[in-house]
């Protein structure tokens, strides 16, 4: 297995609970989930990170209004707090642990506000937090990844680890970088290749920290 110099990380739906989150917000706001509503959203907020830079606060309250038909104000409280939505149960023990002997980097389709809601969540700060806000792109573009590489002084390759329960819009990518790519299933997760599949961020531990490694 090849040696572990830097592991980053997708946040939304990877350590942070997505869904659930959302569909908490939503039904607070009136407009529970109804079965799709999830996937049209994330789909929609896809669509608009292609465009003009916007801040993810702003991809969220516009994908909430346009999908959705949430009212403005709420729309844009939810999008202001995504980064409070819930952990997996498994994410704050298995960063710590990681932490203690790889560098672990967010690299995240969001803005720096919501890098400071989640790591007072973790109760910990990672050892780096690259979102769309400081690179003025969003994930799948190659120019966040070429940030991310410059930022740490690492080059795209099998040392450099990345993990992700989304494939379509972030270990494809990572794939073609020659990145070791993780998958990690969860229950939204959106399938594809992967060096390790994995069930949640605890069997990364195992795959990393175990003595025969």
């Not at 003025?136 to 410059?150: D, G, H, I, N, T």
């Not at 970088?177 to 399938?191: E, I, K, M, N, Q």
Request: proline share 6%.
């Amino acid at each position: 297995m090849h040696r572990c110099r830097l592991l980053t990380f997708d946040i939304f739906g990877t350590v942070i609970d997505w869904r659930a989150g959302l569909e908490r917000d939503c039904a607070a706001a009136g407009r529970p989930l109804a079965p799709g509503d999830f996937d049209r959203v994330v789909d929609r907020q896809a669509e608009l990170e292609r465009g003009p830079y916007k801040t993810y606060r702003e991809v969220t309250r516009r994908s909430l209004i346009e999908v959705l038909g949430i009212d403005s104000r709420a729309a844009s409280q939810i999008g202001s707090a995504v980064g409070e939505w819930p952990l997996y149960r498994d994410a704050a023990p298995a960063l710590g642990a990681l932490m203690r002997n790889v560098p672990c980097a967010a690299l995240t389709n969001s803005d720096r506000s919501h890098g400071d809601q989640v790591q007072s969540q973790l109760g910990f700060r990672l050892s780096d937090w690259l979102c769309a806000e400081e690179s003025r792109v969003y994930k799948p573009a190659p120019e966040f990844w070429q940030a991310m590489s410059a930022r740490r002084a690492i080059a795209p390759g099998p040392e450099w680890w990345h993990v992700s329960a989304y494939a379509d819009y972030d270990l494809a990518v990572a794939n073609q970088l020659g990145l070791t790519t993780v998958f990690v299933a969860r229950p939204h997760a959106r399938a594809g290749a992967a060096t390790h599949t994995i069930a949640d961020l605890a069997a990364l531990t195992g795959i990393l920290l175990s003595p025969t490694c």
